[in-house]
């Protein structure tokens, strides 16, 4: 379950650099 989070917490991470946020 944590694996899960620590994914979506790198995929949110991910957004903002492409958004540039």
């Given at each position: ?20 946020a």
């Amino acid at each position: 379950k944590l694996i899960v989070l620590y994914g979506q917490c790198l995929e949110v991470i991910g957004t903002e650099i492409r958004t540039g946020a």
